[in-house]
């Protein structure tokens, strides 16, 4: 479906408004042309030299000055009406694409930066919205007066109406051609912009790893070239709008006066009264009037060009197919989890898990252990969900995770990452995330069960303590403990801790690990670790390379084999006793 025929299906879910407010603005259009009609029989009839006739002309000035004021009134709330048809769809086409990115894989991001995307969410709907208020209604009004003028002027005089449609064709055609090049300068002008947020969003994020490097002459190199690009294609569409917009309708004007005063002129020297004072008005005014709009028709194809690629870009992202958020539940279940010949591949037959077959039964604790590159995380992202097997199946008693919405499996998971995400609130709600189920009782006693309290007496408003994006505020043990606590808080049946130790200090790891070993009996719980000091405890340690189980056993079992595990153990207790 071509990006105006879904606009229009956009437009037609509020019709009430946009068809309100076009029916407003034809009435305002209708009012606003009956003036050079009321102006050309008060002079034809009224105002004939030493006859002045004062009370018609008074009541016909009166109804002139009630047409225009009416002609305002009704413009008013013709805008209103577009305008809030405009911002109705402009929400809804925000929240289906937002709820679109809900829906789409982890694969999706790992591919689009965060700026383009926010760009299309809120850059590209608002383009869209200007065409719905803007370009609607100036090409509604410019349409509609056109077409008024021009029944008044064959009404005045039919041939030179007739010459005067020769405009209409030459109007379009030279709309085609702008369209032809235009189209392609928007969309690289809105790509550039996608680009640029991307950028941007990129830079304030690693701000501290661009200055710790002195990377700024490079990034600042990187981003003038983009803006470089888009400044290019902006003077090319800029050059096209000047040739487009004053220049064509006064050529057209001139042209068209040329034609009017020959016509008239050689009319009035066969016939003296050919044409009355109120006609030749009335007619010179409705000749202005008809280029009036004609102006702001092409001056109105830049920003619908803007729109239109605008539109697409959205709906590009509307298109792509994303997987319904499931409201299923299912009851907890136990955890006992089996991988049966798993292996996966990002892309292609690049396989980083290759055969994978282990089982983590319920309440046991299995710990990952490889060097980087090993495929520790990709396991996790597989039992979360996040990537589905390329081969083999995994399975939570008994049950293909396959088989069941990815919500429906999560909800009875949790996950601490690496590198906690905390979202803007307080520190309550970035334990609860807002969960009706989850009481502040809940979040309190998660906090204490991961011993929070002790790294968090000091803000002032404790568990209510304001917390901006990403907690930039908060020291790195502060955030790990509150994500700790947010995964407890929603009493999972498997827990995930993704080198979940990896970035805090001695104490607050001793604290992580205390409460580890008091919450996780009950629960199925996969520990990704590079100190092996943290999964002495471990019931199965499973050793990987490359995507491939190389050892598997307890912590005295494999240092007591010797192989990997033990190598690892060995250069890891040496650079502890070194420091």
Do not use: C
Request: glycine share 6%.
């Amino acid at each position: 479906m071509s990006p105006s025929k879904r606009l229009y299906d956009y437009a037609m879910r509020f019709k009430g408004y946009i068809i309100g407010g076009l029916f407003i603005l034809a009435l305002s259009v209708a009012t606003e042309l009956m003036g050079p009609l009321i102006a050309k029989y008060l002079i034809d009839n009224h105002m004939v030299v030493g006859q002045l006739e004062v009370a018609p002309i008074a009541w016909l000035l009166a109804t002139y000055l009630a047409l225009a004021i009416a002609t305002g009134v009704l413009r008013y709330f013709s805008m209103i009406a577009l305008q809030g048809g405009a911002n109705r769809i402009v929400q809804k086409m925000r929240i289906e694409a937002f709820s679109k990115i809900q829906t789409m894989p982890i694969a999706y991001f790992d591919n689009l930066p965060a700026g383009k995307i926010v760009a299309r969410v809120t850059n590209d709907t608002e383009a869209v919205r200007n065409l719905y208020v803007t370009v609607l209604s100036q090409f509604a009004v410019s349409f509609l007066s056109m077409f008024g003028v021009y029944i008044a002027l064959f009404v005045l005089n039919a041939p030179v109406a007739a010459i005067a449609l020769i405009i209409v064709p030459i109007l379009y055609a030279w709309m085609i051609l702008y369209r032809k090049y235009a189209q392609k300068y928007n969309d690289v002008i809105r790509t550039k912009i996608g680009d640029l947020n991307g950028m941007i969003n990129e830079a304030i994020n690693g701000m501290t790893i661009i200055q710790a490097f002195r990377r700024e002459k490079q990034m600042h190199a990187e981003f003038t070239e983009l803006n470089d690009t888009h400044y290019q294609y902006h003077r090319k569409l800029l050059v096209l709008d000047s040739a487009t917009s004053h220049n064509l309708v006064n050529l057209l004007r001139l042209s068209m006066f040329v034609v009017f005063i020959y016509f008239f002129g050689t009319k009035s020297m066969e016939t003296i009264d050919y044409v009355t004072a109120g006609t030749l008005y009335a007619f010179v005014d409705y000749v202005t009037r008809l280029f009036n709009p004609m102006t702001n028709i092409v001056n109105q194809f830049s920003q619908m060009e803007r729109s239109i690629v605008a539109a697409n870009r959205v709906f590009e992202l509307l298109d792509n197919d994303g997987e319904a958020v499931s409201q299923k539940h299912i009851p907890r279940y136990e955890g006992h989890v089996v991988f049966e010949d798993v292996s996966f591949a990002y892309k292609g037959d690049e396989y980083v898990l290759q055969n994978l077959n282990f089982e983590a039964k319920r309440g046991q604790t299995v710990a990952l252990v490889g060097h980087t590159g090993s495929g520790k995380s990709s396991i996790m992202n597989l039992l979360f969900r996040f990537y589905d097997p390329s081969k083999g199946r995994i399975t939570i008693d008994g049950i293909d995770i396959t088989t069941l919405p990815r919500q429906t499996i999560r909800e009875h998971m949790g996950i601490v990452l690496q590198d906690p995400y905390l979202f803007t609130g307080t520190i309550a709600s970035n334990v609860s995330l807002n969960d009706p189920k989850i009481s502040r009782e809940t979040v309190e006693a998660a906090l204490r069960a991961v011993g929070a309290e002790r790294v968090l007496t000091n803000l002032a408003n404790g568990i209510d303590e304001p917390v901006i994006e990403k907690g930039s505020t908060l020291s790195a043990g502060q955030r790990q403990l509150i994500s700790f606590a947010r995964a407890l808080a929603f009493d999972p049946a498997i827990l995930i801790l993704d080198e979940a130790t990896s970035n805090i200090d001695t104490e607050t790891e001793e604290l992580i690990q205390h409460a580890m070993d008091v919450l996780k009996e009950g629960r199925t719980t996969f520990i990704i670790a590079h100190r092996l000091s943290t999964i002495k405890n471990a019931d199965k340690i499973l050793v990987l390379e490359r995507g491939v189980i190389q050892e598997a056993g307890n912590h005295e079992q494999l240092v007591k084999a010797g192989g990997i595990y033990a190598k690892m153990y060995e250069m890891q207790a040496m650079s502890l006793q070194q420091k």
